[in-house]
Nanobody, 120 residues
Framework: QVQLVESGGGLVQPGGSLRLSCTVSGTFFVINHVGWYRQGAGNTRELVAVITGGGSTNYGDSAKGRFTISKDNAKNTVYLQMNSLKPEDTAVYYC??????????????GGQGTQVTISS
């Protein structure tokens, strides 16, 4: 069974940095892509960043220039480095991924979410 587990959230002052991690565990064959989206106080879901198995990246408008997504294939872990954080970045950040298993083929999986709070 494939699981995505996030870590690294917390409380940070404006202008600070955080690094989120998303580790894929279980039995799988290929990670097609893994990304992050967030859901803030208004319950609007927003794409933050995504990285493909080949390493291509895409960012939401609010993340461009401040956030960097990367991955460590050996650890099956995707990182989201967030710099110059603003109060409006406060949200629950969810990891999601499209992962291929021999049993189910390609399907989407999601994590439980990690709270990020930007406040002085």
């Amino acid at each position: 069974q494939v699981q995505l587990v996030e870590s690294g959230g917390g409380l940070v002052q404006p202008g600070g940095s955080l690094r989120l991690s998303c580790t894929v565990s279980g039995t799988f064959f290929v990670i097609n892509h893994v990304g992050w989206y967030r859901q803030g106080a208004g319950n609007t879901r927003e794409l933050v960043a995504v990285i493909t198995g080949g390493g291509s990246t895409n960012y939401g408008d609010s993340a461009k220039g401040r956030f960097t997504i990367s991955k460590d294939n050996a650890k099956n872990t995707v990182y989201l480095q967030m710099n110059s954080l603003k109060p409006e970045d406060t949200a629950v950040y969810y990891c999601y991924g499209s992962i291929y298993t021999r049993v189910e083929g390609s399907r989407d999986y999601g994590g439980q979410g990690t709270q990020v709070t930007i406040s002085s």
